[in-house]
């Protein structure tokens, strides 16, 4: 599979097909099948999906946001003392997997980074017009491993208080996508 196989990057509809979906991760995958329509169709959550042009209802990756306000006496004491807040408006990026099928130990794209690139990217735009500090993720160890280090590599920063939670400052986010060309 090449990059030109896949569709752009698209907001969930009731037509894609949320029910074959497997990424091996069972509550990634129930999240999807379960609650990704309902939770955008309440207006809780944003689910992007990534799919194939040729089977265009066919889901091969996903992603989903929300707005979540984080305390910041949880973050690092020199980012937490500049703020002069208490607490600040973030972006979750709640749900990031890929299906089992185009996983990198099937397919040589990294399909992942581009869904996560893609979530920087939505996420720095909307808050240019709703602002929001960061990127939050927490980390959901499952059945295929830890993805921590996908994101530490990424830039992502732990909390304090919770190892499993990091963040990416919205500044980090705009010079990665303008060393990417995306802005």
Request: net charge positive; charged share 25%.
């Amino acid at each position: 599979m090449e990059f030109a196989d896949l569709r752009p990057i698209e907001p969930i509809t009731r037509d894609h097909d949320r029910k074959t979906f497997i990424s091996g991760v069972k509550k990634l995958d129930n999240y999807l099948q379960d609650r990704a329509i309902g939770d955008t169709e309440k207006n809780l959550s944003r689910v992007f999906v990534l799919t194939l042009k040729e089977k265009p209802n066919t889901i091969v990756g996903y992603y989903s946001l929300a707005s979540l306000q984080i305390p910041t006496e949880n973050l690092p004491e020199q980012l937490s003392k500049k703020l002069n807040y208490k607490i600040v408006g973030t972006t979750l990026l709640g749900k990031l997997t890929v299906g089992e099928d185009w996983q990198r130990e099937k397919c040589k794209l990294r399909l992942g980074e581009y869904l996560l690139l893609h979530a920087m990217l939505s996420t720095w735009t909307a808050a240019q017009s709703v602002a929001s500090w960061a990127l939050v993720v927490d980390v959901l160890a499952g059945e295929r491993g830890d993805p921590t280090g996908f994101y530490v590599k990424k830039g992502f920063i732990a909390f304090q208080d919770n190892a499993s939670r990091l963040f990416l400052p919205m500044a980090t986010i705009e010079a990665v996508l303008r060393k990417a060309e995306l802005i």
